[in-house]
């Protein structure tokens, strides 16, 4: 049985004896082990989220006139279908085969043919071609990047897919108030399914390790790099982009811990007005 196999089939992780020493770019495709993947949609409750996120992803690449849309984080496809149905013409990249293969099962429901891609961020344009109007990286997909190096690589190559005037919108959780201040969420915009608690076991500088539980009372766990909102920003700036805009929970105004969570809007263009 191969390996990838292996964790379509698996209903439980392997984190090793010491899970909070697991701090590895590449042990999220582990991570999502069929057992969890079966219960993501569980999580997000497509219908509460679309609700909370109301047109605000549509609205932004339509304000760009973006056509050719790349989501380079599909998970089980709630954004490719989302846009798909709105008539953008959608490419569905995900590093986990598991997921990739649930986004499909769930277009296929709907009516739709998902265009899938098995790719890694790091090696992006070696399984992604041509150029793209927009990139998508969402659902707090960008945080299971644990190396600097794999964080700027994986940005190089979104701005590289990209067309001269084209848009990366990333979002991330609100790690800086978890940091400082503890955790606390609303529980409202990304992860509103019922019955379903989303919650840090553990949280340093290098490590944000998250509980999810479910009705059935079955847990899974996903590690992440808890990214600070100043540090992407600066990021992003430095592979290329020009333009970096910050929301807040979708809105341009907030308190800084307020938020759930950051979306990132980064234009690959330079400002007509000269303004950067």
């Known amino acids: 049985m191969s390996s990838k196999d292996t964790v379509a089939e698996a209903k439980?992780?392997?984190?090793?004896?010491?899970?909070?020493?697991?701090?590895?770019?590449?042990?999220y495709v582990e991570e999502y082990v069929g057992g969890f993947v079966d219960k993501w949609d569980d999580l997000i409750d497509w219908d509460a989220r679309a609700k909370s996120e109301g047109d605000f992803f549509i609205r932004a690449l339509?304000?760009?006139?973006?056509?050719?849309?790349?989501?380079?984080?599909?998970g089980t496809g709630f954004h490719s279908i989302r846009l798909i149905e709105e008539g953008f013409e959608v490419f569905s990249a995900d590093g986990s085969p598991v997921m990739l293969a649930k986004a499909f099962e769930n277009a296929r429901k709907r009516g739709h043919v998902?265009?899938?891609?098995?790719?890694?961020?790091?090696?992006?344009?070696?399984d992604v071609h041509g150029k793209y109007d927009a990139i998508i990286c969402l659902g707090n997909s960008f945080t299971h990047l644990f190396e600097e190096r794999d964080r700027r690589k994986t940005l190089a190559e979104f701005y590289a897919a990209l067309r001269h005037d084209g848009v990366l919108i990333l979002d991330q959780r609100n790690?800086?108030?978890?940091?400082?201040?503890?955790f606390s969420s609303k529980h409202t915009?990304?992860?509103?399914?019922?019955?379903?608690?989303?919650?840090?076991?553990?949280?340093?500088e290098g490590l944000a390790r998250f509980r999810y539980t479910f009705p059935d009372k079955s847990v899974f766990h996903l590690n992440m790099f808890p990214l600070r909102k100043s540090?992407?920003?600066k990021l992003m700036e430095e592979v290329g982009f020009q333009k970096v805009e910050t929301f807040g929970?979708?809105?341009?105004?907030?308190?800084?811990?307020?938020p759930d969570f950051w979306i990132h809007v980064a234009e690959k263009s330079y400002d007509i007005g000269g303004n950067q």
């Open 12 to 27: 439980t992780q392997d984190f090793g004896k010491d899970p909070t020493s697991v701090r590895d770019t590449d042990h």
């Open 62 to 74: 339509k304000e760009r006139g973006c056509k050719k849309v790349l989501d380079v984080a599909t």
């Open 114 to 126: 998902l265009r899938t891609i098995h790719a890694d961020w790091r090696w992006l344009n070696r």
């Open 175 to 182: 790690y800086d108030t978890i940091l400082d201040r503890g």
């Open 189 to 204: 915009y990304y992860y509103a399914g019922e019955d379903v608690e989303a919650v840090p076991e553990h949280v340093d």
């Open 231 to 233: 540090y992407v920003h």
């Open 249 to 258: 929970d979708f809105k341009e105004t907030y308190h800084e811990d307020e």
